[in-house]
């Protein structure tokens, strides 16, 4: 009886995004009949997983069969992008975002980021980041950036009607506007309104929710 032997010339019997077919190699007579419509060569290529048997008869006539398990794998990974920064929107105070792309073993981002799993993003956009398995198999995630540096509407508001200070408008009360927060020059301080005793010229740098400022004076 001959010794019938089946060998995967590709290295693997498992089927998969890289290996989408699969070579296979008869040894051990001088002619081999396949399972599956394979033909009668030594050599065959299978794409679809299954059991494939060969019948391999040596040069006396006699035959022996064997078989051979070819599995399949095209599951996609689990794509995901971890936002480190915990929030999509870029502004005066948060100029970049921190992403990390998940789920694969390899990544690939558009926009020119490269192909490393963490990224740091610092313009508005969508971003898309293809992530493969080690099957070879790939899908894809995304996330939206948006951007917010609008600057603030800065202006000093006079409750006093006038700018002359003398002996009978010994102070003026000023209130700034625009913004979330405020800070005066002259040690003034930070609060929106503020009484001005000596003559001068004040600057408040109003500073609104995204983190911009612009100045009145």
Known sequence: MPTAVITSVTGTTELNCIN????LT????VSYSWSNGLGNNANATVTNPGTYSVTVTASNGCSATTDIQITENLDVPNAGIVNNSNTTVLTCTQPSIS???TGGTS????????????VNVG???????????ANGCSTTAQIDITASSDLP????????????????????????QGGGTYSWNNGLGNNQSVN?????????????????????Q
């Open 20 to 23: 989408t077919f699969i070579t």
């Open 26 to 29: 008869a040894t051990g007579g």
């Open 99 to 101: 992403l990390t792309a």
């Open 107 to 118: 990544y690939s981002w558009n926009s020119g980021l490269g192909n490393v799993a963490a």
């Open 123 to 133: 313009a508005a956009g969508n971003y898309i980041v293809t992530v493969t398995g």
């Open 153 to 176: 509407v800065a202006s000093i508001q006079n409750n006093t009607g006038q700018t002359m200070l003398d002996c009978n408008t010994t102070q003026i009360n000023l209130q700034a």
């Open 196 to 216: 001005i005793v000596s003559h001068g010229t004040y600057t408040v740098t109003v500073t609104g929710s995204n983190g911009c400022s612009a100045s009145s």
